[in-house]
């Protein structure tokens, strides 16, 4: 099972208390979703940028996080969509109850990408595209929505939070944040192992513009993203490739462990 950042000792207790002994597994492994992440790229030193519900940085080596180089922020792919939810409204399309935000998330998804700096600045014309709304069936009878600027405007906030009314630095300083809490001579592989996951990730040009500001902060060094075409799905992704590991077997905790040692069969983790 992944598990968040923030789960400590105790919530991984009571996990795996809850799956041993109440739904009765034969045994369970436990581990955080960067780090799963990071194995779907086949890698085991870099920086993950995941941006699900939450947006998490973490600095690797070797498979052993970085902690003075971690963010979490109580924000993600959900303001993007609040975001863009709130400039639809500007087309005179309203869509702010509970179900009617899945409609506003899956045309987020359809239309929504990353622009340069330059381009946000000098604003992008012709960037128009028109969406087709009959299959959500809209209570007003809505059938099409023209959305313009918004879909590069909802993601702006990756970059600068300001824009959605938050005190955070921007994606891209948070991950020099995160390669210059590495040890000096990991700093530039750490540049050139840059990797994507989550749902909120998947936006066009989001790998160009955050490769190409982070190599602004950072110009002593070459700069890569990565981004993985099944990066919404890196932590399951990156499960499976532990599961399938010949020292699997030593690695997760049976029930005979648990009931033979307690919390202490958890120490191997």
Request: proline letters at 4%.
């Amino acid at each position: 099972m992944t598990l968040p950042h923030a789960a400590g000792p105790q919530e991984k207790e009571e996990l795996v208390e809850l799956l041993l002994d109440h739904f009765q597994v034969e045994a369970c492994y436990l581990q955080e979703q960067a780090v799963l992440a990071m194995y779907s790229y086949s890698a085991i030193s870099g920086i993950v940028v995941d941006i699900g519900d939450h947006i998490d940085i973490f600095p690797l080596e070797e498979g052993c996080m970085i902690e003075a180089g971690v963010t979490r922020l109580p924000y993600g792919g959900r303001q993007i969509t609040d975001a863009f939810t709130r400039m639809l409204t500007e087309t005179g399309l309203r869509l702010f109850s509970e179900v009617e935000s899945y409609v506003s998330r899956a045309i987020k998804e359809k239309v929504s990408f990353v622009a340069k700096r330059e381009e946000v600045e000098d604003e992008i014309p012709d960037c128009a595209m028109v969406v087709n709304l009959e299959t959500y069936s809209i209570p007003d009878g809505t059938r099409e929505v023209a959305v313009d600027a918004a879909r590069y405007r909802c993601t702006e906030g990756l970059f600068r939070p300001s824009l959605w009314g938050k005190d955070h630095p921007g994606i891209h300083q948070l991950t020099v944040k995160a390669i210059m809490a590495c040890s000096i001579d990991m700093r530039k592989q750490m540049c050139r192992n840059i990797y994507l996951s989550g749902g909120g990730s998947m936006s066009p040009g989001l790998a160009e513009r955050l490769q190409a500001e982070v190599s602004e902060l950072v110009p002593f060094s070459q700069v890569q993203v990565h981004a993985g075409e099944e990066r919404s799905y890196a932590a399951f992704i990156g499960a499976s490739v532990v599961a399938s590991l010949p020292m699997f077997n030593e690695m997760f905790v049976t029930k005979e462990d648990w009931d033979d040692l307690g919390p202490e069969a958890l120490e191997k983790w």
